[in-house]
């Protein structure tokens, strides 16, 4: 098994920035793209960023590109998400997921585990 957990959520003003980290621990050996995704109240789980095992592939909703960035440490069992210029409808509970696989997929039900969230609010 592998566990993740989330962590840097809170409180920030439009316009501001926050840092997610995720750790991961456990069988870490058997994990290889991860990835961001987001829910905000009332809506679907949505896919942010993802990255592959060598951080040479990392995709971006169109939504937060240029304003997020997803990287990871292998060395540490960490990812990362820095988030610049934040909006209101940025507002969600984030969580990090892990693949089994390479394919730093837009898909949630292509990762395997998943941690329970942090929540980001952004005000207006």
């Known amino acids: 098994q592998v566990q993740l957990v989330e962590s840097g959520g809170g409180l920030v003003q439009a316009g501001g920035s926050l840092s997610l980290s995720c750790a991961a621990s456990?069988?870490?050996?058997?994990?290889?793209?991860m990835g961001w995704f987001r829910q905000a109240p009332g809506k679907e789980r949505e896919f942010v960023a993802a990255?592959?095992?060598?951080?040479?592939?990392?995709p971006y909703a169109d939504s937060v590109k240029g304003r997020f960035t997803i990287s990871r440490d292998n060395a540490k069992n960490m990812m990362y998400l820095q988030m610049n210029s934040l909006k209101p409808e940025d507002t969600a509970v984030y969580y990090c997921?892990?693949?089994?696989?390479?394919?730093?997929?837009?898909?949630?039900?292509?990762?395997?585990?998943w941690g329970q969230g942090t929540q980001v609010t952004v005000s207006s």
């Open positions: 997921a892990a693949a089994r696989d390479n394919t730093p997929s837009f898909a949630a039900t292509m990762y395997y585990y």
């Open positions: 456990g069988r870490t050996f058997s994990i290889y793209a």
């Open positions: 990255i592959t095992w060598s951080s040479r592939t990392t």
